[in-house]
Each structure stands twice: as structure tokens, then as C-alpha cells.
């Protein structure tokens, strides 16, 4: 029986943990303009109880399926009570809002639209082949857009957007959303014995070409550095799908792990793009966090 700490854990998909507070730091860094405000820490708060409060309701959703196809899961196996699972969950969304209020109204919309995108993932989309991979990589879409919303302009931010002086933070939106559905869409063949040759080279070719699409946008200062780390997301992801492709029956777990975890790396490129010390600082972080994830999902599972 495992300790309840490494149960949790294992709820919580440790692992995909650390990518999590990249996305409203990077929404955060390219809406403010160079600026950075303690503000930020409450969208990265609300971020990531969304996410843990997400990947509960995920299981409870699932624990048909996992009592007959995943038996060793922490609420199959015992280890973990469905009605604790369900008060932590609700005890989380929670503490997002509140975490997420503190911002104003702007983050507080976002939000909401956060807590019902999760909450048609677990519970209408997910088993629908496009819009189910869609609707995740929205949530991961809308935690950028919360760091957005935690910019000093929060009020303007729509009207930014509506005018394209944000283009780059729309990008970047763009950019995870299709990448986490691609990755979503990878998903879907997991307990499958094949998976079919777009979806194994979907995720790499939708991180290229939203790389060279946000690059585009950058002044020569930043660019080199933004590239560099791009370069080695896009080599890996396509590292990935060889391997898939040379090896069909290559399990995808690992795999779906291995991109996930590539989520730093995007993150850290939008973050240097900006070329602040703050937002130096902030990149420097999600660089390191990539090894530290990697280990950790050497004794945690990551989907």
C-alpha cells in the first residue's frame, strides 16, 4: 500500500506538476509588457489548483474504467477514498476562484471559463474525437490567458487583443492549445496496440509551426534566444515521433509524458522572448524545472 503523501502525488500526476505555473507566467510576461508584479503569484496559485482540481475530477470520472483497465490507480486499488477525492477537488476549484477574484474581473472571467471548459472535458467531451482534444488543450489555453489577466492593464486586455497589439500573447494561446490537443489526440491511443502515423507526428509539427509563427513576431534582440530554446523543443518533439513511427508498438505513455513535459520549454521561450531580468529570471526557472520533471516521472506516472 503506498503512503498517502506518494498517493497524492500520484493524483496530482507529479510530473506534469512543474508545467503547470508556466503558463500564466508566460501569459503574464507577454501582456505586461516587460513588467512583473507580485499579481502574477495569484494567477499561478489559481492555475494550479484548476489543474490538480482537474486531474481528480478526471479520475473520479473515470473510475469505472479504471476498476476494470487500470486496477493499480490510487482510487481502484484503495489507496485513495473517491468521497476524499471529490472534497478536495471541490476545496480546490474553490480556492482557484478565490485566488483568481484577487485579480479582478477580467482573471475572474477566465476563470469561470476555465472551471466549465475542465469540467466538459471529464464529463461530455472527452471520449469525442476532435472536440475532446480541443477542449484540453483550451484549458491550457485559458491558464495562459489567466496570466494575462493578471497584467496592470487587465481591464484593456480584450480590446488589446482586439486591436493586435497583443498578437504575440494570442500566438502563444494558440501555440499550447493545439499543442496540448495534439498531445490529447496521441492520448487517445494509449491502451491501443497501434496509433496512427498523424497523430504520433501531429504534436512536433503543430510546435514547429507554431515556433516559427511566434518568432516571427520578435525583434532581433530576443529572437536568438527565444529560437535557440524553441530549436531544442521542436528536435525533441520530432525525436518523439521517430521513435513512435520506428517502433509501433512502442508503449505511449512515456511518450505522451516526454511532450507534456516539452511545455517547459515552449514556456521558456515565450518567457525569453521578452528579455527582461525578471522575465530572465522566470525562464532560468522553467529550464531547470524540465531535468527536475523528467526524474520525477521516472516514479510517477504522467497521464
Known amino acids: 500500500m503506498s503512503s498517502p503523501f506518494r498517493t497524492w502525488l500520484q493524483l496530482f500526476r507529479a510530473p506534469n506538476l512543474f508545467t503547470v505555473p508556466g503558463d500564466p507566467l508566460a501569459g503574464y510576461v507577454l501582456a505586461a509588457y516587460g513588467a ?3 499579481e502574477v503569484f495569484y494567477a499561478v496559485g489559481a492555475s494550479l489548483c484548476f489543474y490538480a482540481a482537474g486531474l481528480l475530477d478526471n479520475d473520479l470520472a473515470d473510475l469505472r474504467e479504471d476498476r476494470a483497465e487500470r486496477p493499480n490507480r490510487p482510487m481502484p486499488s484503495g489507496a485513495a477514498s473517491p468521497r476524499t477525492v471529490a472534497i478536495v477537488a471541490a476545496v480546490l476549484v474553490v480556492a482557484g476562484i478565490v485566488l483568481a477574484a484577487k485579480l479582478g474581473a477580467t482573471a475572474l472571467s477566465v476563470a469561470a471559463c476555465l472551471v466549465v471548459a475542465m469540467g466538459l472535458y471529464n464529463h461530455a467531451t472527452k471520449h469525442l474525437p476532435v472536440i475532446g482534444a480541443l477542449n484540453m488543450g483550451a484549458c491550457r489555453g485559458l491558464s495562459v490567458l489567466l496570466g494575462a489577466a493578471a497584467a496592470p492593464h487587465s481591464d484593456l486586455l480584450w480590446r488589446l487583443c482586439a486591436t ?8 502563444a494561446c494558440g501555440l499550447i492549445t493545439l499543442y496540448i490537443a495534439s498531445i490529447t489526440h496521441l492520448a487517445r491511443f494509449e491502451t491501443k496496440a497501434h496509433s496512427p502515423p498523424l497523430a504520433k507526428w501531429l504534436p512536433a509539427i503543430t510546435l514547429l509551426a507554431g515556433a516559427v ?9 530576443t529572437i536568438w534566444s527565444a529560437a535557440a530554446i524553441f530549436c531544442v523543443a521542436v528536435m525533441s518533439a520530432f525525436a518523439a515521433a521517430i521513435h513512435l513511427a520506428r517502433e509501433p508498438s512502442a508503449p505511449v505513455p512515456p511518450v505522451i509524458g516526454q511532450l507534456i513535459r516539452l511545455l517547459l520549454l515552449v514556456q521558456t521561450a515565450f518567457c525569453a522572448a521578452v528579455g527582461t531580468v ?3 529570471l522566470c525562464a532560468a526557472l522553467l529550464l531547470i524545472a524540465w531535468p527536475v520533471s523528467r526524474a520525477v516521472s521516472k516514479r510517477f506516472y504522467a497521464s
Open 36 to 38: 512583473f508584479e507580485p
Open 213 to 221: 509563427l511566434f518568432l516571427t513576431l520578435l525583434h532581433a534582440a
Open 278 to 280: 525578471e522575465t530572465s
Open 164 to 171: 493586435g497589439r497583443l498578437n504575440h500573447l494570442l500566438i
